[in-house]
Structures are given as structure tokens and as C-alpha cells.
Nanobody, 115 residues
Framework: QVQLVESGGGSVQPGGSLRLTCAASGSALSIYAMAWYRQTPGKQRELVASISTGGRSNYSDSVKGRFAISRDNAKNTVYLYMHNLKPEDTAVYYC?????????WGRGTQVTVSS
């Protein structure tokens, strides 16, 4: 079992930056592929960024060049650095861990981008 807790969300103006943190407990994060998803009301949850156990990252086209995902296995933590935020980035952001058939989600953190 893995427990994931997101933090770092909040309200920011367009062009601003935020850092989201996903803290894991219950198991070593190093064996899990990690990802950040986001969801807005009435829409499906979408993949924003992912990072493999080996540190290889991938991004959705909508955030490529603006967001960066990283992991610190020693701290059992995954980060999402978000820069040049846009109003369309407004969503609840969820941390996701996967290993084989085992999938875990956090409860999410709200990010609001508005002037």
C-alpha cells in the first residue's frame, strides 16, 4: 500500500509559477512509475507528466516546455514544477503511482490560475 499526499496548490496569476509536491508513505517510491494528472469539472482526468523509475520523463503537449517533473527517491517525494501558468492550467492536480497492476492516487490539490 502506498499513501500519496499532494501539496503546493493555490491561486496564482497568469505567468506565475508553482511547485507541487507528492509525498509518499507506506512503500519506497523508487519502485513506482510516477505521474501527475489533472482534472476539471465535467472533463476526464488527463495525464500531465510522468517519470519512470529510471528518471525518464514525458509531458503532455499542453505543458511541454513549461512544466517539469522530478523525483527524489531518498525523500520519497515527487515534484511538479509549473512555470508560465495559464488560466487553462486551472484544475485539481493528482499524484499517481503505478507498479505492475498496482495503482495508487492521492486526493488532489487545487491549482487556480486567474488574474
Amino acid at each position: 500500500q502506498v499513501q500519496l499526499v499532494e501539496s503546493g496548490g493555490g491561486s496564482v496569476q497568469p505567468g506565475g509559477s508553482l511547485r507541487l509536491t507528492c509525498a509518499a508513505s507506506g512503500s519506497a517510491l523508487s519502485i513506482y512509475a510516477m505521474a501527475w494528472y489533472r482534472q476539471t469539472p465535467g472533463k476526464q482526468r488527463e495525464l500531465v507528466a510522468s517519470i519512470s523509475t529510471g528518471g525518464r520523463s514525458n509531458y503532455s503537449d499542453s505543458v511541454k516546455g513549461r512544466f517539469a517533473i522530478s523525483r527524489d527517491n531518498a525523500k520519497n517525494t515527487v515534484y511538479l514544477y509549473m512555470h508560465n501558468l495559464k488560466p487553462e492550467d486551472t484544475a485539481v492536480y493528482y499524484c499517481h503511482a503505478q507498479r505492475e497492476i498496482f495503482v495508487y492516487w492521492g486526493r488532489g490539490t487545487q491549482v487556480t490560475v486567474s488574474s
